[in-house]
Structure formats: structure tokens, C-alpha cells
């Protein structure tokens, strides 16, 4: 099993939908996780960290259960410029390098 | 731009040839990653340094490839006797080890342009 590992779409939806992806993890022991966006062709920015139970950033809300290991991310009111692939990451190991998952393609059309 | 930059952005080569990749940090960062990603894949861990020492590599960096941080400022990766499979772009980030406010960073990492590999 990948430790880091993500549904990879495509999500195609609507302009103004709400949108979620999930990402299941395998290491219990990760504290903190991250959401990073990738434009096509382009570098991944960090987009949210998650360190606890959740954090909220505007449209977007991404959320943990540790239960289930998985992180979740809703984006509301979806726009065009949310078109991206969303990328789930986890530290893993020492030295904080972080492992991440393959991807969710996310298209939003008008 | 006080940002992560990455030199060339684009290596055509031919089978066997060496490319060398290099890779300035931001300059208060102190750790430095190098990642590579392919086509529909995330990035993947190849290496890391804190300062100048290299202290991980993965089990993906055969000996065909090579990295260095000499002052603990810059770092190049060097793919030796380049094959086909090693078409990929590869992504230097870098990161400091506490945050502002001094929360340790846990895995804020920011990324270079990256550099675009094609092996012929």
C-alpha cells in the first residue's frame, strides 16, 4: 500500500459546485499533512496544512480523521481558476521530507 | 525574486550523455530537497540536504545520479550516462526549520520552476 495515496480523477464540475476530494494515508503516526495545488506544467504550492482537526481558508476546508486515516478537501463555490491538480502530501520518516499522493485532477467548466 | 530558482528549466540530451541540474534556495532555507515527477504522478523523494550535509537519499537515486550542496547554499544533481527513463521534471524545494512565530516547520516546502528533463 502507498503511504500517501489519492482518487485521480478527473473531477469535472460546474462552476459554483462544491467539490471534495479524499486522501488516505497508511503512517498512523503522521502529525500533519498538507494540500498543495499544481497548475499544469507549473511547481505545487502549498495550498493548506492541516495540523489537527481541520482548517478553513475561505472556499476551502480541508479536514482530518484520524479514525479512518484519511484528509479530506472541499472546495465551495468552485471557479474556473480552481482548476488544477491538488496534490496530498505527508512528512514521512526523518528530516521532514514529505510523501506525496499521485494527484486529483480537478477541471471546473462554465 | 527571493524565491526557489532552478537552472536550465528545459534539457534535451541524447542517451548516455551527462546533464547536470542546479538548484538556488531561498536564501534563509536551510534544508533542500530534490523531487522528481512524471506525467500523472506526484513528485517523488530523491534527496535531501540540511546545510551541506546530505543526510537521506532514496532508494530511487541509483548511482548514475549525484548530488551536492558544497556551501550549504546552492545544490546541483548530476544524472550521469542518462537513459530514457529519466525524462522527467525534476523539483528542487527548500525550507526552513521553524516557521514564523517559531512553530517547527513540519513540511512547508517550496518549490523551484523545476527543470524539464528529455532523454532521446
Known amino acids: 500500500r502507498k503511504e500517501v495515496e489519492q482518487d485521480p480523477g478527473p473531477f469535472n464540475v460546474p462552476e459554483g459546485a462544491t467539490v471534495a476530494f479524499n486522501c488516505t494515508y497508511s503512517n498512523s503516526a503522521s502529525q500533519s499533512f498538507f494540500w498543495y495545488r499544481q497548475d499544469c506544467r507549473k511547481e505545487p504550492k502549498l495550498l493548506m496544512s492541516v495540523y489537527s482537526s481541520g482548517n478553513e481558508d475561505g472556499r476551502f476546508t480541508a479536514q482530518l480523521n484520524r479514525a479512518s486515516q484519511y484528509i479530506s478537501l472541499l472546495i465551495r463555490d468552485s471557479k474556473l481558476s480552481d482548476s488544477a491538480t491538488y496534490l496530498c502530501a505527508s512528512p514521512s520518516g526523518g528530516y521532514n521530507k514529505l510523501i506525496f499522493g499521485a494527484g486529483t485532477r480537478l477541471a471546473v467548466h462554465p | 525574486d527571493t524565491g526557489v530558482s532552478q537552472d536550465p528549466r528545459h534539457k534535451i540530451t541524447k542517451r548516455g550523455q551527462n546533464v547536470t541540474f542546479r538548484c538556488d534556495p531561498i536564501s534563509e532555507h536551510n534544508r533542500l530537497y530534490w523531487y522528481r515527477q512524471t506525467l500523472g504522478q506526484g513528485p517523488e523523494f530523491l534527496t535531501y540536504f540540511q546545510n551541506e550535509a546530505q543526510l537521506e537519499k532514496s532508494r530511487l537515486l541509483s548511482d548514475r545520479f549525484s548530488a551536492e550542496r558544497p556551501k550549504g547554499s546552492f545544490s546541483t544533481l548530476e544524472i550521469q550516462r542518462t537513459e530514457q527513463g529519466d525524462s522527467a521534471m525534476y523539483l528542487c524545494?527548500?525550507?526552513?526549520?521553524?516557521?514564523?512565530?517559531?512553530?517547527?516547520?513540519?513540511?512547508?516546502?517550496?518549490f523551484g520552476e523545476g527543470s524539464r528533463l528529455t532523454v532521446l
Open positions: 524545494a527548500s525550507s526552513a526549520e521553524l516557521l514564523a512565530g517559531g512553530r517547527m516547520n513540519t513540511g512547508e516546502l517550496f
